[in-house]
């Protein structure tokens, strides 16, 4: 008997991630199976009509529909079985189909679901594929054998293949999109197990989607490169004027900033479709990696012949994506350079005006003590004639006084009086002025 433990509180998302581990599982329910799959890219109001149109299917068959919350769903109707995952740029539907049949592409599990249904999905078809399971003993499949026979199943086109999962199976493909509109994959069944064919068919759909949406980027890329050599040469244009002793720092200024701002837009509208390819590349490896692919001799595997066609279109995409990246640094470092030239030529411009300013106020101050001096000799003539007049008015009176003696006897006192005023106003100036 368990024991019951008293625990904190649990955290409101335990269970949920606790369980993602063990969503999307690949479950089929046996040998042989013949599978559809498409991967529809879904706009917002789209995906709203999507899980509509998907509780319509169950309604229809009284299947127990999905939550309203859920991004993915499976189910067993009638006659096929489907599952449904909903993902941040598409929604993949994949159907599949147990009745035996000698042809393995003859008749697809999608003949199977109702067409009035089918045609109403909605959204942009983005990979379309056929997979059929068939055991060894019902082809013409050995090894070592002449693998022209199974390139009848592809239309005559040449194919590609690997022995997976240890042994179990081999894989073979053509990656064409045929005349129905869908790309196939036969896996000859030489001792899988049914959860081990789930897996392999989920890996073997993953690797077709996330290859092709990893090559979104690659058309951007290739646009975008007119664009690249455009704002390299501007930049180089720009970066050469800085160097000229006659430049106009303002106008360079001006189409570096415009220049900066050309290429940020770039880099801000596609810099999130140039890492969802980086990203859905490493997908495609790791999904190549888990079917343990053992070369069949005389044809390629599927990662070489993956890594072959698709290697150089995602280096381009990165190539692409770093040297933007590389021109903003440089446009960057060039108006930090222009900035830094301009502040210089603007400091040494502020330096010959402070000159310019404490020279004028040497001037003015050397010009104030002129007159300051001139004033103290006024105001000693004036006070001295006032001295004559005062003594002239006392000789008239009758004092013995002469007034030209007077008036030459106080013009040094006068002039020590006023001196000494003038230097104490100037104190009493400074000690306002320190305050």
Not at 302 to 313: V, Y
Not at 352 to 380: H, N, P
Not at 413 to 433: P, S
């Amino acid at each position: 008997m368990a024991t019951l433990f008293q625990i904190p509180p649990n955290h409101p998302q335990r269970f949920v991630l606790h369980n993602e581990v063990h969503a999307r599982a690949s479950s089929i329910r046996s040998l042989p199976v013949r599978a559809s799959y498409l991967a529809l890219a879904l706009a917002g109001e789209e995906k709203l009509r999507e899980r509509q149109h998907l509780v319509a299917l169950c309604q229809r068959y009284g299947v127990a529909p999905p939550d309203n919350d859920a991004d993915h769903f499976g189910a067993v109707f009638d006659a096929f079985q489907m599952s449904w995952e909903q993902h941040g740029e598409f929604s993949t539907y994949t159907f599949y189909a147990y009745d035996s049949e000698s042809e393995p592409f003859s008749e697809p599990a999608l003949k199977k679901v109702p067409v009035d249904w089918l045609a109403n999905i909605g959204g942009q078809t983005m990979v379309a594929a056929h997979a059929s399971v068939v055991a060894a003993a019902d082809t013409d499949y050995r090894d070592g054998m002449d693998l022209s026979s199974l390139s009848a199943y592809f239309a005559g086109n040449s194919i590609v293949g690997s022995k997976v999962t240890g042994g179990a199976a081999s894989v073979f493909t053509d990656f064409r999109i045929h005349v129905d509109g869908f790309s196939r994959f036969l896996v000859v069944d030489q001792n899988l197990k049914t959860a081990q064919a789930g897996r392999l068919l989920h890996r073997l759909f993953d690797i077709e989607v996330y290859r092709v949406l990893a090559l979104l980027a690659f058309p951007i890329a290739r646009k975008l490169y007119p664009e690249l050599k455009k704002a390299d040469r501007q930049l180089y244009a720009i970066t050469n004027s800085m160097t000229q002793p006659d430049a106009d720092d303002a106008k360079l200024l001006d189409e570096l900033t415009a220049l900066a701002a050309e290429v940020e837009n770039h880099i801000s509208s596609h810099q999130f479709r140039f890492a969802a390819a980086s990203a859905y590349y490493h997908l495609v490896g790791q999904r190549l990696e888990d079917l343990r692919e053992a070369r069949i001799q005389g044809i390629q595997t599927l990662g070489e012949f993956i890594k072959r066609r698709l290697e150089p279109a995602m280096n381009t995409c990165a190539s692409t994506s770093h040297r933007f990246n590389l021109i903003s640094e440089r446009v960057s470092n060039a108006s930090q350079l222009l900035r830094t030239k301009v502040d210089i030529i603007i400091e040494r411009q502020n330096q010959g005006l402070l000159s310019s300013m404490a020279l004028r106020a040497k001037m003015q101050l050397r010009m104030q003590q002129t007159v300051e001096g001139i004033s103290m000799v006024a105001i000693t003539y004036y006070a001295a004639s006032l001295v004559g007049k005062i003594a002239e008015a006392l000789h008239g009176a009758g004092w013995h006084v002469d007034p030209e003696i007077a008036e030459g006897v106080a013009i040094p006192f006068i002039f020590i009086v006023v001196g000494l005023a003038t230097k104490r106003i100037h104190r009493i100036i400074e000690n306002t002025t320190d305050l």
